[in-house]
């Protein structure tokens, strides 16, 4: 009988996990929704997402995952048999995440390059989008690859394969605990130069004065769920495919709560480093704050650049700064990654190198030939929002009602309370339901919008919106598809035993 590897050790699940929450997720999209969405007066509404849907949806994830020991295809089948579709439906989105998320790795790469000698001179903005994207007028045209993007591209899936290739103690483990560590050193760095910046005071001001009388807004609760859920790596079936190669004795909620809480510190280090550096923006310039913050890629590839040429030590500071990127890219995409391999292997039994050459190979392609072009920042667009704004969601919401209607709850309660610190009951169950009912709204309010800005102003169908339902609908088709396909196909046997010197 074949034995399913574990990780090592439990400090090594923990940094995978982590490593895999902590991503570019924290470092630029969190500050920038604070900031949008009421300074200090988010954090509230965050604190409550990371308790109500965070931490009880994580805990959700590992139990299925160490429970059923699987990439999601396998885990679901055994959970609820007619749920396999979700799994594949998972991998889809994963590989679209994975795809596209490769492709700042490979932005960042170059900017740590760039850094070194400041190379985007006195426009930031016109360097960026003009030098380095060679951005297309038109979304749709393919083509125009941009060399140095290109390479660095390639360079990034060359690394994340190896890694994929070591499985997980060798592989994924030991590339987090080398990239945590250095991470915590380069980051901290970044944040100690960013405070002792002039201005910073009034930086961290914007970032923490709260705007109680936003706190009713409906938007603000939806965006701190949002950012909760994509921050914690949870929906896509990652957690459940880390989970599977856990032993069945170990403990389950209090890990929970350690890569929850570490994920949100480093989230706030990110905000206070990114804040002081705005702070420091604005004295210089006389531009108020809110006048400097464009929320998404502007900020890393943009505003900081520009900060970076006005500091002193800028050159250093913005190749630790976007090093750090990468390697907080690398640590998430990993686990992205895994997904579309583990399912495969788990369902059908083939081996690491087998769904490497055939699944790992050709996403890799399939992301070196789409994003390098000259249209691969509206692609990146349109893919983002489809996995972010839908895909992510509407599997976490999968994952929730699959476990529900199966009547699985009590059971998958009663499996995490097996082995860990405090026991879970009633409110957790509460939890997912608000959690779920949240979801549902959040798609919904996305669809509405979408709806309402269907037809750009020349009365032609947006290409992006397109792009974007084209991604959503394969993904579920492929899950569908896959899900009937499989439905009398027996699971492989379930891996059997735990390596017997494994005792920590
Ligand atoms: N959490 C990561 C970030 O903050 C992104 C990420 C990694 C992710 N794996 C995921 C998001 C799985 C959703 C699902 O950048």
Redesign the pocket.
């Known amino acids: 009988m074949r034995t399913r590897e574990t990780w090592g050790t439990r400090a090594g699940f923990i940094m995978a996990a982590a490593g895999?929450?902590?991503?570019?997720?924290?470092i630029w999209?969190f500050p920038g929704e604070a900031y949008q969405f009421g300074g200090g007066a988010f954090l509230l509404p965050y604190l409550v997402a990371i308790l109500t849907a965070g931490l009880p949806l994580l805990l959700l994830e590992y139990t299925i995952g160490r429970r059923h020991r699987g990439g999601p295809p396998a885990a679901f089948r055994r959970l609820a048999g007619p749920a396999e579709g979700i799994g594949w439906w998972q991998t889809a989105v994963?590989f679209f995440?994975a795809t596209f998320?490769a492709v700042i790795i490979a932005w960042a790469l170059n900017y740590a390059w760039f850094s070194a000698s400041l190379a985007w001179g006195e426009d930031a903005a016109a360097f960026f989008g003009e030098d380095f994207l060679g951005v297309s007028e038109d979304p749709l045209r393919f083509g125009h690859y941009r060399p140095g993007i290109l390479a660095a591209l390639v360079a990034v899936w060359a690394l994340v394969l190896l890694i994929m290739s070591g499985g997980i103690r060798r592989g994924v483990e030991l590339a987090n605990k080398i990239c945590i560590p250095l991470l915590v050193v380069l980051f901290g760095a970044i944040v100690v130069r960013a405070l002792t910046l002039d201005g910073a005071a009034a930086g961290l001001d914007a970032f923490f004065t709260p705007q109680w009388g936003r706190i009713g807004e409906v938007e603000i609760w939806l965006a701190a769920y949002g950012q909760v859920?994509?921050?914690?790596?949870?929906?896509?079936g990652?957690?459940i495919t880390y989970a599977s190669y856990l032993r069945r004795g170990a403990e389950l909620s209090n890990t929970a709560l350690t890569v929850g809480l570490s994920?949100a510190s480093f989230e706030l280090l990110a905000g206070i480093g990114v804040f002081a550096v705005l702070g420091f923006m604005s004295a210089r310039s006389g531009t108020a704050i809110g006048d400097l913050v464009e929320v998404g890629g502007g900020v890393a590839f943009v505003t900081f650049p520009t900060v970076l040429a006005q500091m002193p030590g800028g050159a250093l500071v913005g190749v630790l700064f976007f090093s750090s990127l990468v390697i907080?890219?690398i640590t998430?995409?990993v686990?992205?990654v895994i997904?579309p391999l583990a399912s495969v292997e788990d369902r059908l039994g083939w081996s690491r190198r087998r769904t490497l050459a055939l699944i790992g190979v050709p996403m890799a392609l399939f992301s070196i030939l789409v994003y390098p072009a000259a249209n691969g920042s509206h692609m990146l667009d349109a893919v983002d929002f489809a996995?972010?704004g839908y895909g992510?969601i509407l599997c976490g919401l999968a994952t929730i009602v699959a476990a529900f209607t199966a009547g699985r709850l009590p059971a998958l309660a009663a499996e995490a309370n097996r082995t860990s610190v405090f026991r879970i009951g009633r409110a957790w169950y509460a939890c997912l339901a608000l959690t779920g009912a949240v979801l549902a709204w959040t798609v919904a309010a996305n669809l509405l919008d979408q709806g309402r800005n269907l037809y750009g102003e020349d009365g032609e169908l947006d290409p992006l919106i397109l792009v974007n339902w084209v991604v959503g609908g394969v993904s579920i088709a492929f899950g569908a598809v896959m899900g009937f396909v499989m439905r009398r196909r027996p699971l492989p046997a379930e891996p059997r035993g735990e390596p017997a010197l494994d005792l920590d």
């Open positions: 895999s929450a902590i991503g570019l997720g924290n999209r994963a995440l998320y859920f994509f921050s914690l790596s949870i929906g896509m990652t957690m994920n907080a890219g998430s995409i686990s992205m997904v996995v972010s992510l």
